[in-house]
């Protein structure tokens, strides 16, 4: 089907169930017309991603852990082989102990701040590093991070340290990469009840209080970050790198975002 994304060939990594932000994001991209090739996190996973794949005719499904530098190198090599070149990555992993994704900060372990830069940091940087040498006409990137690296969100914990980290190597690989017009770039999203989004102390609370305090007075949804990645993945964002896009209903500008409560 014609669309911003006819004739382009692009990776989708993250996608565990229909719930997920790259499952959003994949959707949007396969109406507009993109071929897509997916990855997944192990077999429990392969067994969910695969007839989703098979739904937007996606011909490559292939396993990666980036964890492994191997599993990283092998998916790429199979992209190589099968399609020759790429047009743009999704990166929508991140994974911390849930254990310390509550109480102080300041309690995070060493093995597990170590553990969740690689997964939720690091990874989009040896993505990118491999993507980079497929994307030989050019291309976009994204990944995906969370207010929480720049503003406390009580329980975030080292995820916001991880995703602060995110988001400086999103301006580092714009800046290594624009001279041969590869475009990298963020999306902030909101809370979304996804598996990650989903598995967390308090969620409920933090889910309703984002409703009642955000502009739009609503959470966000996977089809709305998909529609922001349809633009930062397409050459509608040409001019647009090194950028962090908010996909929030706008929560991260209020401090206050209305005295009426506090009247009652
Ligand atoms: N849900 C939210 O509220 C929210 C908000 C902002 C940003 N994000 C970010 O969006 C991205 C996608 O998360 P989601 O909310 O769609 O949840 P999700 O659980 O659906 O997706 C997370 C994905 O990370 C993958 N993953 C974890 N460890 C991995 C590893 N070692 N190797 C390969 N894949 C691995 C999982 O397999 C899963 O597919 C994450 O980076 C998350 O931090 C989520
Ligand atoms: C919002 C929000 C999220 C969603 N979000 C932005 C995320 O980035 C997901 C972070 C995350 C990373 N690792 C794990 C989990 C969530 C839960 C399940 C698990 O085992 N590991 O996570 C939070 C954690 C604490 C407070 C708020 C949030």
């Keep these: 089907m014609d669309g911003l994304m006819k004739g382009k ?3 989708v990594m993250g996608v565990a169930n229909d719930h997920s932000i790259a499952w959003g994001i994949a959707q949007k991209l ?3 017309g993109a071929e897509l090739a997916f990855t997944y996190q192990g077999d429990a996973f392969g067994r969910r991603v ?3 794949a098979d739904k937007l005719g996606a011909s490559l499904v292939v ?3 980036v964890e492994d530098s191997a599993s990283v190198a092998a998916t790429f ?3 190589g082989k099968e399609w020759g070149g790429l047009d743009f990555v999704v990166h929508a992993i991140g994974f911390s102990d849930k254990n310390e994704l509550k109480g102080l900060y300041a309690d995070t372990s060493r093995d597990n701040f170590v553990r969740t830069m690689v997964i939720s940091c690091y990874s989009f940087t040896e993505v990118a590093r ?4 497929l ?3 050019g291309g976009s990137m994204i990944t995906l991070t969370y207010a929480g690296s720049v503003r406390v969100m009580p329980n975030y914990n080292v995820m916001g340290v991880a995703k602060a980290g995110l988001e400086a190597s999103v301006r580092y690989l714009a800046n290594d990469y624009g001279p041969r017009g590869i475009r990298v770039n963020g999306i902030s999203a909101g809370p979304v009840r996804t598996l990650a989004g989903a598995g967390i102390s308090d969620a409920r609370h933090m889910f309703s209080y984002q409703q009642r305090n955000s502009p739009l007075r609503r959470t966000v949804t996977i089809d709305e970050v998909g529609g922001s990645a349809l633009y930062l993945l397409s050459d509608l964002s040409s001019g647009v790198t090194g950028e962090i896009h908010y996909v929030d209903s706008g929560y991260h500008i209020v401090s206050m975002p209305t ?3 506090l009247k009652q």
């Design 9 to 11: 060939r692009g990776l």
């Design 30 to 32: 396969s109406e507009h």
């Design 50 to 52: 695969k007839p989703l």
């Design 63 to 65: 396993p990666c852990d």
């Design 77 to 79: 090599e199979t992209l």
């Design 130 to 133: 491999n993507a980079a040498a």
């Design 135 to 137: 994307m030989t006409e």
């Design 259 to 261: 005295l009426d409560e």
